[in-house]
């Protein structure tokens, strides 16, 4: 089992669209979580961290449940500029990441 | 947000070369910055972690001596690829951790002919 699995992906949604990704780790120590963004050729961008409250960035929205070892990402009206591989990222002893989620947003 | 430097953007050399390349954090000091290799439509694969004032340590499969990783400064963490072969073109990203959070430098390129 890998120690963070996202959805395989890709999402190909309209704009205007909800869309959620989800991740799953297995390091239970595991002490900060993390959602990057990376655009083709371009280096991974920190979007948000995430919060065992839940925390709301304009459009985004994360969610952690650290019982059941998940964290979530939603977007709401998607836009053109979401375009991108959004990566799940775990830190603790070592961050690691996950293989990466690919959206593409449809006019 | 923490910036994170790397030169230089884009490289091409011939295959035997040595390429050097460069991180720096820029407005913090880094203790642990970290390097990365993605190839195309790849994730991304940590190759070794970097310490200040100590060896790297690197991933299972990583060559440390075709690698070579000097950390010497708070903000400055340079990777060395030694007499680079064509299997070696790749996008090479470092980043430094910052409290918890990781920023990535924007990667050099790497073609090896």
């Known amino acids: 089992r890998k120690e963070v699995e996202q959805d395989p992906g890709p999402f190909n949604v309209p704009e205007g669209a909800t869309v959620a990704f989800n991740c799953t780790y297995s390091?239970?120590?595991?002490?900060?979580f993390f959602w990057y963004r990376q655009d083709c050729r371009k280096e991974p961008k920190l979007l948000m961290s995430v919060y065992s409250s839940g925390n709301e960035d304009g459009r985004f929205t994360a969610q952690l449940n650290r019982a059941s070892q998940y964290i979530s990402l939603l977007i709401r009206d998607s836009k053109l500029s979401d375009s991108a591989t959004y990566l799940c990222v775990v830190g603790g002893f070592k961050t690691i990441f996950g293989a990466g989620t690919r959206l593409f947003v449809k006019a | 947000g923490a910036v994170v430097s790397q030169h230089p953007s884009r490289v091409i050399c011939k295959s035997g070369t040595s390429v050097k390349i460069e991180c720096r954090s820029l407005?913090?000091?880094?203790?642990?910055m970290f390097w990365y290799r993605q190839f195309p439509k790849q994730s991304l694969m940590l190759m070794a972690t970097s310490n200040e004032g100590s060896k790297a340590t690197y991933e299972q499969g990583v060559e440390k001596d075709k690698f070579l990783i000097n950390h010497a400064s708070l903000t400055l963490s340079t990777l060395t690829v030694t007499s680079a072969h064509p299997e070696d073109s790749s996008f090479y990203i470092c980043?430094?951790?910052?409290?918890?959070?990781?920023?990535f430098g924007p990667g050099t390129r790497l073609l090896v002919l």
């Open positions: 390091n239970s120590a595991s002490q900060s």
């Open positions: 407005d913090f000091q880094a203790t642990t």
């Open positions: 980043s430094a951790r910052l409290a918890v959070t990781q920023y």
